[in-house]
């Protein structure tokens, strides 16, 4: 509109017409009323000749429309943003998840099918450990238990094949001896007859050995245990200790040092074969006169945990020897050139862990052993 004469030129407002006139108060007073709806600027266009102003209004709606459209096409943006990290993410996890899950199919493959001979890896720093690298390395440890168990087994069958063909072929050679005539005289055959019982006693003695052994092996002795008074278990085999020591002509003395009549879960018969076990391999290695003292007391570290050793300063285990003193059939350097098995200590930490007890060795060559077992009450 001309402000001259405040004629409006031209109009898109249906309130006001083109070529009509305008007081500026009804002009003023228009766009207060309507300031609820409607959004006025007014500016003024500089002419030549006359002064125009212009007036320009826009609805208030639309702009809070328009402001609601750019905060949605904000907010749609940031869920375009993070769906496509999301999916990135997900991409690199599912990757991950999936050569997880491969390495995992082969090397239990491998496993199954007996393949024990190539490490399982990770190929991971220690800072990337994961749950599957967890389970790659428990893969790992049971492929070298079964290695182990792989190996203990064929020193099973080796130690059976090696201990028991030896009466078995004395046997045999007698047996045949006698049907083939080489051994006719009746006082001959009465001695070879003997030898022949001798050795099938000593084979019935080693299959009872293995047998009783593999009983031990039994979860359901665990669950039979009774709780009995471990001190009075203690202190009837020092007593056996010291009769026995005196026959074979060894120093047996003993320090029981608890205060309490302590009583645990355990099987009174297989405890006390184990000991007697422990004791008759410290006659077995020390000379007459010797000593042998079994030592009892409560753990100063740990209040619930008995202590039992039994020592001796007889020949010792050699120190290669130690690792292995508790393997089914191992002998060690001392024991080679004497019969037995093998079996006698592993029966012992067969009885130890059964029990759920512990028990260790520490010993230098000439110099004695101490066989240490721990009890937990």
């Not at 030592?295 to 010792?316: M, N, R, V, W, Y």
């Amino acid at each position: 509109m001309r402000t001259s004469d405040r004629k409006i030129i031209y109009s898109t407002i249906p309130e006001f017409h083109t070529d009509v006139y305008v007081e500026r108060d009804e002009l003023w007073n228009f766009a207060t009323e309507t300031s609820d709806q409607y959004f006025y600027q007014f500016s003024r266009i500089p002419s030549s000749d006359e002064k125009i102003l212009l007036i320009t209004r826009l609805s208030l709606d639309r702009i809070k429309n328009s402001q609601m459209t750019k905060k949605y096409l904000k907010i749609l943006l940031v869920i375009i943003l993070i769906t496509c990290i999301s999916l990135i993410i997900i991409f690199f996890i599912s990757r991950d998840i999936f050569e997880g899950l491969n390495k995992i199919e082969k090397s239990s493959s491998k496993l199954a099918e007996g393949k024990l001979d190539e490490t399982i890896t990770t190929d991971t720093s220690s800072s990337q450990t994961n749950e599957f690298t967890r389970i790659m390395n428990s893969l790992e440890k049971m492929r070298i238990e079964l290695l182990e168990s792989q190996a203990s087994k064929n020193r099973f069958i080796t130690g059976i094949s090696h201990d028991l063909r030896t009466p078995v072929a004395v046997i045999k050679g007698y047996s045949e001896a006698i049907k083939d005539d080489v051994i006719s005289d009746s006082n001959e055959i009465k001695n070879t007859m003997e030898l022949i019982d001798q050795k099938t006693t000593q084979l019935e003695s080693m299959i009872d050995t293995l047998l009783n052994f593999i009983k031990l092996n039994n979860s359901e002795i665990k669950e039979k245990l009774v709780r009995h008074s471990i001190t009075k278990l203690i202190i009837d085999f020092t007593k056996y200790a010291e009769v026995t020591g005196k026959v074979f002509k060894r120093n047996v003395s003993s320090n029981i040092n608890i205060s309490r009549d302590i009583k645990v879960p355990l099987n009174a018969q297989l405890v006390h074969r184990s000991l007697e076990n422990l004791l008759s391999n410290a006659i077995r290695y020390t000379k007459d006169g010797d000593k042998i003292e079994i030592i009892a007391f409560e753990d100063p570290a740990d209040k619930h945990s008995l202590i039992l050793k039994i020592q001796d300063t007889g020949s010792g285990i050699d120190k290669k020897d130690l690792d292995y003193i508790f393997d089914l059939f191992y002998r060690g350097t001392n024991s080679r050139q004497e019969e037995g098995m093998g079996v006698g200590l592993a029966v012992v930490k067969n009885i130890m862990d059964t029990h759920g007890w512990k028990i260790n060795v520490e010993s230098e060559k000439d110099k004695g052993a101490c066989f240490t077992i721990v009890i937990p009450h």
